[in-house]
């Protein structure tokens, strides 16, 4: 396979702070060569740069700035047959792959692994945490202004959309679900068997979207695997049942962008997480 690494290194719009230093610590902990051994060929890492210059007062004009950037990668990446591996610095980094896969394939599911739903709106949010928001909007729920930024000119339709991990969601998260048929697959049913359950999950959903996007914050597995997170998860899949969930995912979807979120190495002096990392893309990627 032909992947093209695109480095994402901002947590909202900011750099070189906390998890925006992740993607980096992720290429240090030897994914690119990692890759390689497995036989594909991967290119030069392309580095998205926010130029100080387009930086406003208003963070969703930024984010959306930097969504443009990511899309228009990840389209070109896709464009010229390669599977674009995006590196986020948090889960706000999502948007612009999302809007590249429906630029370049007509539309996009996602699959988002995630110990958190990310679906808050400004309606629905206690916090105001712009990174509790980005799978609202590619879903169309919140900032049409940021998702259209990012190539996503009609919002991910539900049943392209898949949560799997989830293991702290906020009541509003809740009766979101309920209200809208996304599949789900919560961190407490992932057991040795997380693998098939995900198949049964993904397979009939599969032509739903021409393309998919597979989203993947650290912090779905949990504390002991990925120390430091933001916001610890309550529990969590064990490390062999959620390669096993990703691996049968990337088989179930036609998947054609990977995105990997949310470490912060100033939590983890051992790089535990970015090694885990690794061997998630490895694994999504086989």
Known sequence: MNIRPIIVPYAGDVARWGQARGPAAMLEAGLVGALRAQGHDVAEPIEIVFPRERRTRDPVTNLGTIAAMVSDAV?????????PLVLEGNCTQAVGPAGGVARACGASGI???????????????????????PYAVCLGWEFDDWREAAGLAHPVSAEA?????????????????????????????????????????????????????MHIDLDVAGTEEVPGPLTPAPHWPSRAALLASIAAAARAVPMRCLGLAAYDPGGDPERRGARLAVEMAVTALA
Request: proline content about 5%; glycine content about 12%; cysteine-free.
């Open 111 to 133: 699959v988002w692994y995630d110990a958190h739903g990310d679906m808050h709106t400004l309606r629905t949010t206690s916090t105001g945490l712009l990174g509790g928001m």
């Open 75 to 83: 389209a070109a990446a896709i464009g010229d047959g390669a599977m």
């Open 161 to 213: 959309a898949a949560l799997i991990g989830a293991s702290d969601l906020d009541p509003e998260e809740e009766l979101a679900l309920a209200a809208h048929p996304i599949a789900r697959l919560d961190a407490a049913a992932m057991g040795a068997d997380a693998g098939e359950r995900t198949a049964a999950l993904l397979v009939p959903r599969a032509s739903a979207a021409p393309g998919w996007y």
